[in-house]
């Protein structure tokens, strides 16, 4: 069955940085554009960065773009998501997904920006 399982996330103080990792297993990652997406407390799904297969082409939210690089090593079957000069408005629980809308995604980590 296929699988995604985040990891990385954690406590960070503004201006701080984390990387996120998405380990896929039982398809292969490389035939596939991948996303990140997250959802804060009480919101819903807010997509965050995308990465095309084959191509590769990274596209991101206003919010995260220069601040945030989505990479992928399909050796590996692993995406990433590279966070840097994270902010409190960052704080939400993120999942990598096959889908913009968080279809087909993990179950998640937790990404919590804080003094």
């Known amino acids: 069955d296929a699988q995604l399982v985040e990891s990385g996330g954690g406590l960070v103080q503004p201006g701080g940085s984390l990387r996120l990792s998405c380990a896929a297993s039982?398809?292969?990652?490389?035939?596939?554009?991948m996303n990140w997406v997250r959802q804060a407390p009480g919101k819903g799904f807010e997509w965050v960065s995308g990465?095309?297969?084959?191509?590769?082409?990274?596209t991101y939210a206003n919010s995260v773009r220069g601040r945030f690089t989505i990479s992928r090593d399909d050796a590996k079957n692993t995406l990433y998501l590279q966070m840097n000069s994270l902010r409190p408005e960052d704080t939400a629980v993120y999942y990598c997904?096959?889908?913009?809308?968080?279809?087909?995604r993990g179950r998640g980590t937790q990404v919590t920006v804080s003094v």
């Open positions: 997904a096959k889908y913009r809308d968080g279809r087909e």
């Open positions: 039982g398809f292969p990652l490389s035939r596939y554009a």
């Open positions: 990465i095309g297969a084959g191509s590769g082409i990274r």
